[in-house]
Each structure stands twice: as structure tokens, then as C-alpha cells.
């Protein structure tokens, strides 16, 4: 999986825990502000993509996740962390867990 597919399934989780059109979630939208997600809400999304991933999130970590820009960058930190010292994986690909 590669950040277009990561940024897609991310979208694609907001959609299903908010019922907000993909299309309108753009990535400097704010989950508060444009999309009027509650902070249950956000933490449904970070717990699916947590879920989705096999990562976890710090709460430091959790607090930024305000945008969809945002989210892809945590993730791809924290996937990042998780494939540390896999030398069979390429750095240009996410690992999902299905």
C-alpha cells in the first residue's frame, strides 16, 4: 500500500464513522471545524486505523490528529516504526493488515 492508498483508506474510514462524503474531505480539512466531528468520533477514527495498521497511537500523538494531512503523517510515522529493521519490506510501501 503506498501514501494514495493509505490517504484513501483514511478518507474512507472518516466516512464511516462520520457518514461525511469522501469527496469532501480534503486534506487540510478540519474534522471539528469543517466536517463537525466530536472528539468521540476522532477517536473511532484513530482506534480503526490503529486497528487497520497494527499501530499504536501515543496520546501526544492522538491530540494532533485534527486533519486528514495530519492523520496520514502520524500513521505513516508509526508504520514506519512498526516495519523498522524489515529489510524485505520497501520504505515505499504500507504494511494493512486486512
Sequence with gaps: MDKT???DAIRNIIHDV????PAQIKGDTHFVKDL???SLMGLEVVALIERRYSIK????DLM?????DK???IAIQ??????AGD???SPNKIHEVQ
Design 78 to 83: 508509526y508504520i514506519g516504526k512498526e516495519k
Design 36 to 38: 463537525g466531528m466530536d
Design 71 to 73: 492523520a496520514i503523517e
Design 5 to 7: 492508498e493509505l490517504t
Design 18 to 21: 462520520a457518514d461525511i462524503d
Design 57 to 60: 497511537i501515543s496520546e501526544d
Design 64 to 68: 494532533q490528529i485534527l486533519t486528514l
Design 87 to 89: 529489510s524485505a519490506t
